[in-house]
């Protein structure tokens, strides 16, 4: 089954049970991600370490680092045993990525570690000024070869590179993140898409923030839930 991962982009814990009461669903796996804004509030662990087991859990952390200081920061993490999925950066390098995949084992055998690829709030133009020369599709591509070379359970990367990686992880998830619904706003991010294209495509899971838990979230919810029919 399809995953939908809502972004609990908030350090509000009140609004984070808001969003998960409203997001419940028979027609498709939710999940919800925290990020660092949630993870490093002054209750934000502490709510997340008290979900139940039965929910998918995403801790979005994009870990990158030395090494030793990811892998370290896994096992810093050991406490956390209802996560189900964690994120690390793949411009981290193989090596880094390799030992992250072993701390992730020792630390919990049902976490999935995800490797991210280029953000999608960047595109080529973006890419250019911080030194990178090659084409992003390229990059993308690169880095999804040294995280499954590094044995991670899927990557994460936008809805318009999708096609072109899935040859090269056939067994990883592929989950895609700056998904908008029809009409709204791209607000920060520059390579969005649509729920339903990105599935089309071959995304295994989907992340939706602000079009969801932007003004009525069960309202916004069944609006997501319809546009994939």
Not at 19 to 35: A, E, L, M, P, W
Not at 74 to 79: E, G, H, P, R, V
Not at 157 to 168: A, D, F, L, T
Request: charged content about 30%; overall charge positive; glycine content about 8%.
């Amino acid at each position: 089954m399809n995953k939908v991962f809502i972004a609990c982009d908030t350090k509000d814990t009140s609004k984070v049970r808001r969003i998960i009461k409203n997001t419940k669903s028979k027609k498709i796996k939710v999940g919800y991600k925290f990020g660092l804004e949630f993870f490093y509030s002054k209750f934000g662990r502490q709510f997340i370490s008290k979900l139940g087991k039965n929910k998918l859990i995403w801790l979005d952390l994009k870990l990158k680092d030395i090494g030793n200081t990811v892998s370290s920061s896994i096992y810093a993490l050991q406490d956390l045993k209802n996560l189900s999925y964690l994120t690390i950066h793949c411009s981290g390098g193989l090596e880094m990525m390799k030992k992250a995949k072993k701390a992730a084992r020792k630390t919990n055998k049902n976490l999935k570690l995800i490797g991210v690829t280029v953000l999608t709030s960047l595109d080529a133009k973006a890419l250019k000024k911080i030194g990178y020369s090659k084409p992003l599709e390229k990059i993308v591509k690169q880095q999804v070869k040294l995280a499954r070379s590094a044995s991670l359970n899927g990557i994460v990367c936008s809805g318009h590179e999708v096609k072109k990686i899935k040859n090269i992880c056939k067994k990883m998830e592929i989950i895609t993140p700056g998904i908008r619904l029809f009409g709204d706003s791209k607000q920060d991010q520059k390579r969005v898409m649509t729920p339903k294209k990105a599935f089309q495509e071959g995304a295994t899971g989907i992340v939706v923030g602000r079009s969801v838990t932007k003004g009525n979230i069960k309202k916004n919810f069944q609006k997501l839930i319809q546009s994939l029919n």
